[in-house]
């Protein structure tokens, strides 16, 4: 008898699964906070672009929440894209 045959489950289950989408405590330590606070904090987040959970599911989208965190900071500003009215005002001011 091997060890599959005593464990049959362990036979089902041919390689690991790492969620993209997760519950709200899961989105919560990714910020570091606590599910309270999350909870708390949600409306402020989503109002600065946050991504709101998956209305289906309720679940959120963890590469979404590392995409936000990413634009968020300044270090990405000279990536950022600007607003096309700013680029043509300060064209206009230069020539």
Known sequence: ???LD???IAANVRFRVEP???PPQKAARRLHLTESDFVAKLP?????GF???????GMFDLK?????MDKRHTLTTPN?????KEVVRDR????
């Open 1 to 3: 008898m091997t060890a």
């Open 6 to 8: 005593r464990h049959p």
């Open 20 to 22: 993209r989408d997760v």
């Open 44 to 48: 402020a987040l989503l109002d600065r």
């Open 51 to 57: 991504p709101p959970p998956d209305p289906t599911t």
């Open 64 to 68: 979404a929440i590392d995409d936000w």
């Open 80 to 84: 950022r894209v600007r607003n096309a």
């Open 92 to 95: 206009l001011a230069r020539l």
